[in-house]
């Protein structure tokens, strides 16, 4: 008979029970070790979605309040070990608030602010001068914020911040356009209170309906009327949602924004459509930018010049020119030749990479009519019959394969001919690509060493007339308003 206590088949079953054992402890410490984070964030993610949806029922509760559609609404949101905080007190305004400025392009400073312009804060050197319009409003907003996840309030929209810093709109905030009005009720939460813990709390929101006019409002200052009279708008978001603020507004028809990140701030610029039409001429006018998909964009384009004295309409050396960053434009205007017609030449440069200058030579003439102070001529800019010789040994702005040129794709070399018609059609899209432009009138004079000359136009008789299709999304009114909105916890 065997000695049991000898037998290898009772070691070999222990043997066996203890490794299945620690197997088992290892696929369990194996399984905590990693899946417990991840069912963690899953658990994270899922409270920040019931927060986001909470977020959503309460703008829109918020939007009755704005509208006057009711008095005060109350949303309750579960707080899972997080925070919730009405910031409207004044401390909270600085990193929450909305600044709009209205700017004139022909302002003495205008260069120095244009190339600082997507800076929060780069108009405050300006804010005296009468071609800057300042208004703003603060915003606030209701948050809540667990470890480095912000879910919040602000402007109308609510927005989400994740750790890495980067926020996404959940729903979109009160900033309507639609290429031509921009309306922008801005929300200001009023209050200053804190709740943290695991319960519920109830965020109540009441409003007296009574919203602050902002714009227009020419009782506060004379320029605040539509449709606007200043060359652009621009408008500075400051929020630590901004880069979410800015992801909305490119993804709108009609703007596209820059961003500021050192200040966290989203810039919105709007192009104001100068007005169009038939005109006592000036000395200088503003075009706005033009349609560039538009293959001709200018409808009428037309100068009616009459003599200021009696030496005639005897221009030397008239210049009506445009300058748009490294791009100028200039027509000129001459008697020369005969005693009743005026010859033309366009000549266009672009310093860019060497661009160089494209000059082109009037073949025919504008004629003059009458005599002495009675003399007049019709410069139409858009003539067809009016033919022009190109002077130079090839082209650049007429390649579109070349960073400087557009369509139509023609390689023009010295001695090739075409209308006034196509060159100002072309240019014109060229030197209003970044916006619109001032062009300026002036008679220099002619010849060397001759530092002016006896301007022969007399302005107050004489008219521009000036039709085109503007760039889509030039805005030309604006109303702006303030909405007060008191927020508690309970």
Request: include cysteine; charge should be negative; proline fraction near 4%.
């Amino acid at each position: 008979m065997k000695n049991l206590l000898g037998s290898e088949k009772a070691i070999s079953a222990v043997v066996g029970l203890l490794i299945i054992l620690m197997l088992t402890v290892t696929s369990i410490s194996v399984i905590l070790l990693y899946a417990t984070p991840t069912i963690s964030d899953m658990q994270d993610m899922a409270n920040a979605q019931r927060v986001e949806q909470a977020f959503t029922v309460f703008d829109s509760r918020t939007s009755k309040v704005a509208l006057g559609e009711s008095p005060s609404q109350t949303t309750s949101f579960s707080i899972m070990e997080g925070n919730v905080e009405v910031n409207g007190d004044n401390a909270s305004y600085n990193e929450s608030s909305i600044v709009i400025i209205c700017v004139d392009m022909n302002a003495s400073w205008y260069s120095s602010f244009q190339g600082s312009r997507h800076r929060w804060g780069a108009w405050e050197p300006y804010i005296s001068w009468s071609e800057m319009n300042e208004f703003n409003a603060s915003m606030g907003s209701i948050t809540y914020t667990k470890e480095d996840r912000i879910i919040g309030y602000e402007g109308g929209g609510i927005w989400s911040k994740y750790p890495t810093g980067k926020a996404v709109m959940i729903s979109p905030p009160e900033f309507h356009y639609n290429g031509e009005t921009l309306t922008l009720p801005i929300m200001t939460v009023v209050g200053n209170e804190g709740s943290s813990g695991t319960t519920d709390v109830d965020v109540t929101v009441s409003s007296d309906n009574m919203p602050t006019v902002l714009y227009p409002n020419p009782s506060a200052d004379s320029k605040r009327v539509n449709p606007l009279n200043s060359d652009k708008v621009l408008i500075y978001i400051k929020s630590e949602f901004y880069n979410a603020w800015a992801d909305y507004a490119n993804s709108l028809a009609y703007t596209s924004a820059e961003t500021d990140d050192a200040n966290e701030t989203a810039i919105v610029e709007l192009e104001v459509i100068p007005a169009m039409g038939k005109d006592r001429l000036k000395q200088a006018f503003k075009v706005g930018a033009v349609n560039q998909s538009n293959p001709a964009p200018i409808y009428n384009f037309s100068l009616d010049l009459e003599a200021r004295a009696s030496a005639g309409l005897n221009p030397s050396n008239y210049r009506i020119t445009a300058s748009s960053g490294t791009r100028k434009l200039t027509y000129t205007l001459a008697k020369k030749g005969g005693a009743n017609q005026l010859i033309m030449s366009v000549i266009y440069e672009d310093t860019a990479t060497g661009g160089g200058v494209e000059t082109w030579d009037g073949m025919d003439i504008f004629p003059v009519s009458g005599k002495q102070d009675d003399q007049a001529a019709e410069v139409d800019l858009l003539s067809q019959t009016f033919t022009f010789e190109y002077d130079e040994s090839s082209d650049f702005s007429w390649d579109n394969n070349s960073s400087l040129g557009i369509d139509p794709d023609i390689a023009y070399t010295n001695g090739d001919t075409t209308s006034l018609y196509n060159l100002t059609q072309h240019y014109m899209k060229l030197i209003t690509m970044e916006g619109s432009v001032i062009f300026v009138l002036d008679h220099p004079g002619s010849g060397k060493g001759k530092g002016g000359g006896s301007d022969p136009v007399d302005y107050d008789e004489s008219t521009l007339t000036l039709y085109y299709d503007g760039m889509p999304g030039s805005i030309t009114y604006l109303h702006v308003s303030r909405n007060d909105l008191m927020a508690s916890l309970a």
